[in-house]
């Protein structure tokens, strides 16, 4: 049995692939010329619509919108700074127990 090999399309493939179906308009064409299924180019579509710039993260990287992203950043942010507060109040324990 032949298995297809899965053919990767970079970020940038995929915007102009968007951006070229926007403003020539007939997608089904577009992706004839491109090599790729109408299908694929609709979700790229439909991904570029819902997350513009944070579209196409790459292999296994979250799709996120600017405020899902700063969401992340922001929690990442208040985790470690929970963390080095933990660390601080275990070395001040420490510390107060050897100058008894």
Known sequence: M???ERTFYDREFK????ELSYARGNTKDIAK??????ELLYRWRRE????ENNSFPGK???????????NARLRKELR???MER??????VSIFSRSDG
């Open 2 to 4: 032949m298995t297809q």
């Open 80 to 82: 470690d700074a929970k």
């Open 48 to 51: 570029f619509k819902e997350y």
């Open 15 to 18: 915007q102009k692939a968007v």
């Open 33 to 38: 010329e491109l090599g790729i299924q109408p």
């Open 60 to 70: 296994g990287k979250p799709k996120m919108t600017d405020l899902e992203r700063e």
């Open 86 to 91: 933990d660390i601080l109040k275990k070395a």
